[in-house]
């Protein structure tokens, strides 16, 4: 099926990564001109190589910190200079609490018990600032050609939180993301624009497998037997993969999905309980 | 009908001017409660009440200052949850009770966006401190007004979920809002 998408002009935060990566490569291979952003100039420069290898021209990389509405404001005044004015933006940031790279658990781990004040306060900085600081740079753009497509890459935590994590933090500022998501779609539909909320379950990223190994480790388990514990759970019997979310994405930034606005849209390979 | 609470020390936290503080407080008082001040550490019923912002938006002439200090109303109620949780738990008995914007669960409700965005995130808070806390015999529950509800209809909300009936109910979300809203989840 043809998307549509050849030409236009996409942002991708999280980009360089995992689910953010395989966003951006998928939206270049339907003829999409992509800019990926993130913290870490060495990663990116590596996905926009990969990227040209099959989309050459279509990808641009620049650094950046995403949760900083100044950063979030010059990466779009380069993707303006450097492709056009912005039609797709997917904000794809993710929380500290597993990001194992930083210590052990992450930072922003812990229980209702033994979070402050302050733990709340940089969690809606990581999660909230970042996705409304994005969309509300590249509205003006996409309200100028009455055409747009905004995402948020969030957890199905937003809907039913995984309550025997030490997750309180993404549990409690995720339905807020997607709340102003649901929010920004209804005003800016007259617009043109559509906004989606895209919420991921056990997706098998490389965070997400250096978390496996994390866990397995303070647990003394294997890790086949951590992710085997996790799987079991899933009705369809596996992990998803990074592309399976890009494919969402994908469709709703088509044409053939422009009525499809204010969702979230759960991909967990079934395990959502809620009706 | 006796809502058994009579004897409990009860706080009720809101902006001055929202008339739904003082209504809870009646319903409370009325019941036997005991309302104190909102730094006693011995009470066991909490009630917040969410600022409410007409017409409040996420767009227009909202910074990131705007967020960050809408955000500190869910903070502060963390912090306060926090601060009485101990002695529920020890006691085996407690009660939290947020009273929020219709509008985080129907977009048609009221525009009050920023009152929206933080009631969810204590929607989320709630389901957290359900499973952390409800071995304690503590519960938390949301109240949403919306639409043309008075502050009695929804004082008497709140009140009800801080009751011995309301005891199973944990997690929940009430909308009281005259049916204005109109989603059906």
């Known amino acids: 099926m043809d998307y549509k998408l050849a030409g236009r002009v996409a942002i991708v935060s999280g980009g360089s990564r995992g689910i953010g990566r395989a966003i951006a490569e998928l939206l270049a291979t339907e003829g999409a001109r992509v800019v990926i952003a993130s913290r870490t100039l060495s990663n990116l420069e590596e996905t926009a190589a990969h990227i040209e290898t099959f989309a050459p021209g279509r990808v641009h990389a620049v650094a950046a910190d995403m949760t900083d509405p100044a950063g979030v404001e010059d ?40 979070l402050g004040s302050q733990d709340y306060r940089d969690e809606f900085r990581q999660l909230f600032v970042s996705s409304w600081a994005l969309a509300r740079a590249c509205i003006p753009d996409m309200q100028a050609q009455g055409w747009g497509r905004i995402f948020n890459i969030g957890s199905h935590v937003a809907r039913e939180p995984a309550t025997h994590l030490p997750h309180v933090l993404p549990n409690v500022v995720r339905p807020a993301v ?13 617009d043109g624009i559509t906004v989606n909320n895209i919420l991921t379950g056990s997706i098998l990223t490389e965070r997400n497998a250096s978390y496996w190994q994390w866990l397995a480790g303070s ?31 994908a469709f709703l930034s088509s044409e053939q999905a ?12 079934g395990t959502a309980a809620h009706v | 009908m006796d809502l058994e609470i009579a004897g409990r020390r009860a706080i009720v936290i809101g902006a001055d001017d929202d008339p739904v503080v003082a209504a809870c407080e009646r319903l409370l008082s009325a019941e036997g409660a005991e309302v104190v001040a909102a730094d006693d550490r011995e009470a066991t019923i909490v009630i917040v009440a969410g600022s409410r912002r007409p017409r409040s938006t996420l767009l227009e002439g909202t910074g990131v200052d705007d967020l960050y200090s809408a955000w500190d109303e869910a903070v502060d109620t963390i912090t306060e949850y926090r601060a009485t949780a101990e002695r529920m738990t020890t006691g085996g008995w407690g009660r939290l009770v947020w009273i929020g914007s219709a509008q985080a669960k129907s977009v048609d409700a009221e525009q009050d966006e920023l009152g929206a965005v933080v009631s969810l995130g204590m929607l989320g808070l ?18 949403l007004r919306g639409g043309d509800a008075t502050d009695e209809d929804v004082a008497a909300a709140a009140v009800f979920l801080c009751s011995a009936g309301a005891g199973f109910l944990s997690g929940i979300t009430m909308v009281v809002d005259g049916g204005a809203g109109s989603g059906v989840f």
């Open chain 2, 126 to 143: 709630h389901k957290v401190v359900t499973s952390e806390l409800g071995p304690g015999g503590v519960t938390a529950n949301a109240v």
């Open chain 1, 258 to 269: 422009s009525r499809i606005t204010g969702q979230s849209l759960s991909v967990t390979g």
């Open chain 1, 178 to 190: 997607a709340g102003m998501h649901r929010l920004l779609a209804a005003r800016l539909a007259a």
């Open chain 1, 219 to 249: 647990r003394g388990q294997t890790v086949e037997q951590v992710t085997a514990e996790a799987t079991a759970h899933i009705p369809l019997g596996r992990m998803g993969q990074p592309s399976e979310m890009a494919a969402l994405v």
């Open chain 1, 75 to 114: 990466v779009v005044a380069q993707t303006r200079a450097h492709f056009g004015p912005v039609e797709i933006a997917v904000s794809n940031v993710i929380g500290h609490v597993i990001d194992v790279s930083r210590e052990g658990e992450g930072p922003g781990a812990g229980s209702f018990a033994s």
